[in-house]
T-cell receptor
Framework: DQQVKQNSPSLSVQEGRISILNCDYTNSMFDYFLWYKKYPAEGPTFLISISSIKDKNEDGRFTVFLNKSAKHLSLHIVPSQPGDSAVYFCAASDPGTASKLTFGTGTRLQVTL | DAGVIQSPRHEVTEMGQEVTLRCKPISGHDYLFWYRQTMMRGLELLIYFNNNVPIDDSGMPEDRFSAKMPNASFSTLKIQPSEPRDSAVYFC???????????FGSGTRLTVV
């Protein structure tokens, strides 16, 4: 049972435009959400996170939005750059198992020139 | 700090052979996680340790899989006997806890033929 879902396996965006990556979750106990970025032949690296007490968190070109009622979060990258081309994983944790992250299947972002 | 170190980077083995994957976490991190990445399931948690003690091994697919953490600086994931469906990238990660995000190693790409 996939508790964290990324329904778009891939996304292509032109350089300079906005990239929007989506993530849905089913476990209402999740209270902390993270995005990881992964380049080929490397491990995922932490990008940005958000607690369920917030609905937005911004870090430079990256903003994560959380809609708790819809159990949906999204990552916005503005403006997109070729170096952003990677696989992006959404992850979530709940207080009961606070040290354990549940990941989605990932979305491959391709930023074209 | 050198980060999380995994070895080997690549492993090709024949079906039925024993495979051992190794991980050295970041010094001072209390948590160690083993994940498996596949196209269908994304990043799937296999097992995690806190202070060298296994906390949750519910993700270990079968009895063929076992993991140990004999001390704070070393962990192994063993598959015996290996099968072609075990072919995947296996990641080790360490953390002080999810609020800080995980630090992943570069992964071991396992191919069982």
């Amino acid at each position: 049972d996939q508790q964290v879902k990324q329904n778009s396996p891939s996304l292509s965006v032109q350089e300079g435009r906005i990239s929007i990556l989506n993530c849905d979750y089913t476990n209402s106990m999740f209270d902390y959400f993270l995005w990881y970025k992964k380049y080929p032949a490397e491990g995922p690296t932490f990008l940005i996170s958000i607690s369920s007490i917030k609905d937005k968190n911004e870090d430079g070109r990256f903003t994560v939005f959380l809609n708790k009622s819809a159990k949906h979060l999204s990552l916005h990258i503005v403006p997109s750059q070729p170096g952003d081309s990677a696989v992006y994983f959404c992850a979530a944790s709940d207080p009961g198992t606070a040290s354990k992250l549940t990941f989605g299947t990932g979305t491959r972002l391709q930023v074209t020139l | 700090d050198a980060g999380v170190i995994q070895s080997p980077r690549h492993e090709v083995t024949e079906m039925g052979q024993e495979v051992t994957l190794r991980c050295k976490p970041i010094s001072g991190h209390d948590y160690l996680f083993w994940y498996r990445q596949t196209m269908m399931r994304g990043l799937e948690l296999l097992i995690y340790f806190n202070n060298n003690v296994p906390i949750d091994d519910s993700g270990m697919p079968e009895d063929r899989f076992s993991a140990k953490m004999p001390n704070a600086s070393f962990s192994t994931l063993k598959i015996q006997p290996s099968e072609p469906r075990d072919s995947a990238v296996y990641f080790c990660a360490s953390s002080w806890g999810p609020s800080y995000g995980y630090t992943f190693g570069s992964g071991t790409r396992l191919t069982v033929v």
